[in-house]
């Protein structure tokens, strides 16, 4: 009986998934699809007794378990497995949000998951799966999206630098305690920074004397002992070469209108060692390149016990491995700041250095298709359960990238049904 279920792409109803709205919808193609036409339609199949194997739309095997020679490495896949086991204890703290059902869902139902992969990058990826764009919840999206923007800055911060323009760094925070609310600390520092970016006229004064023409604005949020830390981190495009800012008049001058701008949005005093920091290009470029790259292990590691400041998904990190107390902050500081932008460019920025080119919007640079990628194979609902369920999307992508064969996939699939006693040998 089994075999039947597992033969057809299945269109019933899903079970122990959270249905969306954004599920039912089918007025958004997924991408991946488009790029697939004319591709063969993979489905894997299992007969119960334990064997899974592909067949192309007739139903007929594919010889692809024959070769076996590629295996390979397995280096720089920790990331992949890292964000997607994130990605399954985000889902189980913000279970209304769009990210509990982000490469979970399907967004056509009538369909399997699609898995392509991009041999000469050696990429895999998902279709006809639904990707949130939140770059605050989710780990998977957020590091595209990081990805993505730092392109768009680092774009910009060349087309400035070849024109003989330096980029300097300003970073901007307010003093805070753990007793501070997070919630009414965030809209006084968004306040802060506009009386500090275009409120004044002295502001104007400064940018005026220093040249700058442009900035970029990020907003990034910490945790350590004194409760959350939220910080601008803004690029200054100036038209001269700065040297030595840290110690300079300008940071002095720029401070002082911090410290105005603070007052005037209720924040409490910043000190000038900490409240603000002016650093040279090279440490601006450093700033940028590590941009989508927080998710790395290493960094988790390193800083565990060592430093008291974390980044969310370092809390949700504490959180996957039992520390409660992290996930109640990791929902804090989404409710904090979910729909704020991270990214603000001044005006006329953007176009002048990306020659008129459209910005993406998040949701564009999530979905963005892969035009290489061919599809691997399809998984049928009841397959694709077992992988999901678990938070297990990252390592089934890992095993098709180390073997292209697909050996390595199937058996994985045909474990996670194991698991989860769907398949009895
Ligand atoms: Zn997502």
């Avoid at 957020?142 to 680092?154: P, Q, Y």
């Avoid at 023409?213 to 601008?232: L, M």
């Avoid at 603000?344 to 993406?360: D, P, T, V």
Wanted: aromatic share 10%; proline share 3%.
């Amino acid at each position: 009986m089994y075999d039947q279920n597992l033969k057809f792409q299945s269109g019933k109803p899903e079970r122990g998934g959270v249905r969306s709205e954004e599920e039912e919808t089918t007025d958004r193609h997924d991408r991946y699809d488009r790029t697939s036409e004319g591709l063969p339609q993979v489905k894997l199949l299992t007969n119960g007794s334990g064997k899974v194997w592909t067949v192309d739309e007739n139903g007929k095997p594919l010889g692809i378990y024959t070769d076996n020679s590629a295996n390979r490495t397995t280096q720089g896949f920790q990331p992949i497995r890292e964000k997607f086991k994130l990605l399954h204890f985000a889902r189980k703290l913000l279970p209304k949000e769009r990210t509990a059902h982000c490469f979970y869902n399907r967004i056509t139902k009538e369909e399997g998951v699609s898995v392509f992969l991009n041999k000469l990058r050696n990429k895999a990826n998902y279709g006809n799966v639904m990707r949130c764009a939140n770059p605050w919840a989710c780990p998977v999206c957020s590091a595209i999206i990081s990805e993505g923007r730092k392109d768009e800055v680092k774009t910009a911060m060349d087309w400035w630098k070849a024109q003989g323009g330096d980029v300097l760094l300003l970073t901007l925070t307010a003093p805070h305690y753990s007793s501070t609310d997070v919630k009414s600390l965030k809209p006084a520092m968004l306040k802060a920074r506009k009386y500090m970016l275009k409120g004044v006229r002295a502001t104007k004064d400064l940018f005026k004397h220093y040249a700058i023409e442009h900035y970029i604005s990020v907003f990034e949020v910490t945790h350590g002992k004194n409760g959350f830390h939220p910080h601008f981190h803004i690029l200054l495009f100036t038209k001269y070469h700065v040297h030595n800012p840290r110690g300079s008049v300008m940071r002095m001058q720029f401070f002082e209108q911090w410290k105005k701008a603070c007052e005037k949005a209720g924040l409490d005093q910043p000190s000038y060692e900490h409240g603000l920091d002016l650093r040279n290009g090279q440490k601006a470029a450093k700033y940028v390149a590590k941009w989508g790259l927080e998710h790395e292990m290493t960094k988790g590691h390193i800083k565990k016990g060592k430093t008291d400041s974390k980044t969310p998904f370092d809390l949700l990190r504490d959180y996957a491995e039992g520390d409660e107390n992290a996930g109640k902050l990791f929902r804090i500081y989404f409710e904090a700041f979910k729909g704020t932008r991270q990214l603000n460019w001044s005006k006329g920025l953007k176009k002048l250095s990306s020659k008129g080119q459209e910005e993406k919007t998040d949701q564009e640079l999530v979905d963005e298709t892969d035009n290489v990628a061919e599809l691997m194979f399809k998984l049928s609902i009841e397959l694709w359960n077992p992988i999901r369920k678990h938070g297990r999307q990252g390592e089934l992508l890992i095993k098709v990238q180390e073997d292209h064969t697909l050996k390595k996939a199937m058996e994985y699939v045909k474990e996670c049904l194991g698991y989860d006693g769907q398949l009895r040998e």
